[in-house]
C-alpha cells in the first residue's frame, strides 16, 4: 500500500495500491473524542466512523472466505538447515532450561536447609553446594550430640 498524504490537509490520507491499480481510497482521520464531556452528536459520529470502519472488514472477509476454503495452500517449504538450527536451538535452550532449574532447586534447598539449622549465610549460586554441605554437617553434629535430633 501507498499513503498519499497532503501535509497541508491532514484530515484525510489516500490509500492506493503500489502498482496504483486499487484504489484511491480516501481514510477520514477519527477526530479526538472527549472522555468527560462529549456530546450525543460527537459520540454517534464517532460510532458512525467505528461502524463504518468494522464493515469493510466484515465485507472483505465475506468475499474471500469462500475463495480460501477452496484453494488449496501451498505447502510450507522450510530449507533442511534451517530445520537442523532450529532443532539445535530446541537442545541448547533446554539444557539451558535444566541447568537454571537444578541451579534453583539448589539454591531453595541449600536455603531451606541454611533456615532450618540457624545459619547465617546469603546462599547464591556459587555457594549453594557449600551452603548445603554445611547445613548436612551441622545437621549430623546436632544428631551426634543429641539423640533424636536432627530427624
Given at each position: 500500500?501507498?499513503a498519499?498524504?497532503?501535509?497541508?490537509?491532514?484530515?484525510?490520507?489516500?490509500?492506493?495500491?503500489?502498482?496504483?491499480?486499487d484504489?484511491?481510497?480516501?481514510?477520514?482521520?477519527?477526530?479526538?473524542?472527549?472522555p468527560?464531556?462529549?456530546?450525543?452528536?460527537?459520540?454517534?459520529?464517532?460510532m458512525?466512523?467505528?461502524?463504518?470502519?468494522?464493515?469493510?472488514?466484515?465485507?472483505q472477509?465475506?468475499?474471500?472466505?469462500?475463495?480460501?476454503?477452496?484453494?488449496?495452500?501451498?505447502?510450507?517449504?522450510?530449507?533442511?538447515?534451517?530445520?537442523?538450527?532450529?532443532?539445535?536451538?530446541?537442545?541448547?535452550?533446554?539444557?539451558?532450561?535444566?541447568?537454571?532449574?537444578?541451579?534453583?532447586?539448589?539454591?531453595?534447598?541449600?536455603?531451606?536447609?541454611?533456615?532450618?539449622?540457624?545459619?547465617?549465610?546469603?546462599?547464591?549460586?556459587?555457594?549453594?553446594?557449600?551452603?548445603?554441605?554445611?547445613?548436612?554437617?551441622?545437621?549430623?553434629?546436632?544428631?551426634?550430640?543429641?539423640?533424636?535430633?536432627?530427624?
Amino acid at each position: 500500500m501507498l499513503a498519499w498524504i497532503n501535509p497541508d490537509e491532514l484530515e484525510a490520507i489516500v490509500l492506493t495500491s503500489i502498482d496504483r491499480r486499487d484504489g484511491p481510497y480516501v481514510v477520514e482521520r477519527a477526530d479526538a473524542l472527549s472522555p468527560v464531556g462529549a456530546t450525543d452528536a460527537e459520540l454517534n459520529h464517532a460510532m458512525a466512523q467505528i461502524a463504518e470502519h468494522n464493515s469493510y472488514a466484515r465485507t472483505q472477509y465475506r468475499v474471500i472466505e469462500d475463495q480460501l476454503a477452496r484453494r488449496k495452500h501451498r505447502q510450507l517449504l522450510v530449507h533442511p538447515a534451517v530445520v537442523e538450527l532450529g532443532e539445535k536451538v530446541q537442545r541448547k535452550t533446554d539444557v539451558a532450561k535444566e541447568e537454571r532449574k537444578k541451579k534453583v532447586r539448589a539454591i531453595n534447598k541449600a536455603q531451606r536447609l541454611a533456615r532450618t539449622h540457624g545459619i547465617n549465610v546469603d546462599v547464591n549460586a556459587k555457594n549453594a553446594g557449600r551452603a548445603t554441605a554445611a547445613a548436612e554437617l551441622v545437621r549430623e553434629a546436632y544428631s551426634e550430640s543429641t539423640p533424636g535430633a536432627g530427624e
